[in-house]
């Protein structure tokens, strides 16, 4: 059963939270603050005690300490809560997303839509508790003319840096989010993301051919054939033959 704490100084707004998640048959225990300092005081103790916290439901706007710099703060615990933001405002999504938050709610919360953030909590949870498995992905949120999209990590095909911004490639279209690169590239490397190029980032699960022509490199992903630097050809050609040879079936030898 999860633990969670719910932050928000709106105490109607508090109150409707905290009975959403009390509903869930997922969650143990829930606690309400309506300040951030007073919760981050009390998330001390608790974790100084040894007690467990799973996750906070947070509001962005906030009075004194806002849920964003609360959020920046508890990545100083050694085993900080999983962060869902509850916010009526769109346009932090993006900042939420690299702070490592696990959901983007906006307000009014519906059921479904907390019943699919405490699911991701849940997994990441549990994630973090064992080794990775397939099902692991992320939603990254885009902003689409005033509304958030999530799309999943793992219809990302491709990714290209275009300045302060990346454009996220999928095979049904193209997403520009205000993202360095290179902070992706660390954050993704674990589920198999790599670097062919300064400029781009590929999953190394939609790559389905690579090529060599005139002693260029390049790497089928999708319809799209991709230029692979001189410096990163070795390090893509190593990725795929480990993944190919893992895909191999033991012990299927002749002989």
């Not at 990163?232 to 795929?240: A, C, G, I, K, P």
């Amino acid at each position: 059963m999860l633990r969670v704490l719910a932050v928000d100084d709106e105490v109607p707004a508090l109150e409707e939270l905290t009975y959403l998640l009390r509903e869930d048959p997922r969650i143990g225990d829930v606690t309400g603050a309506s300040e951030a300092a007073a919760a981050l005081r009390g998330l001390s103790r608790m974790l100084a005690a040894g007690e467990r916290l799973d996750a906070v439901f947070l509001d962005v706007r906030m009075p004194g300490l806002d849920g964003l710099d609360f959020s920046r703060l508890l990545t100083g615990f050694a085993a900080p809560p999983k962060v869902v933001f509850v916010t009526a405002h769109d346009d932090f999504a993006v900042t939420a997303y690299e702070l490592g938050a696990v959901d983007y709610l906006l307000k009014p919360v519906r059921p479904e839509r907390l019943a699919e953030a405490v699911r991701r909590v849940a997994d990441a949870v549990g994630a973090a508790d064992g080794p990775p498995g397939e099902d692991d992905d992320e939603l990254i949120p885009v902003d689409l003319g005033g509304r958030t999209r999530l799309v999943p990590r793992r219809t990302v095909t491709h990714v290209v840096a275009h300045g302060d911004y990346v454009r996220l490639h999928t095979a049904e279209a193209r997403y520009l989010v205000r993202m360095p690169l290179a902070s992706l590239e660390r954050r993704w490397e674990e589920a198999g993301f790599v670097r062919i190029h300064r400029s781009t980032l590929v999953s190394s699960a939609h790559i389905t051919e690579l090529r060599f022509d005139g002693g260029r490199a390049l790497v089928q992903v999708g319809d799209e054939l991709l230029p692979v630097s001189r410096r990163h050809t070795r390090q893509v050609r190593d990725l795929l033959v480990r993944g190919f040879r893992a895909a191999e079936p033991a012990g299927d030898l002749d002989g």
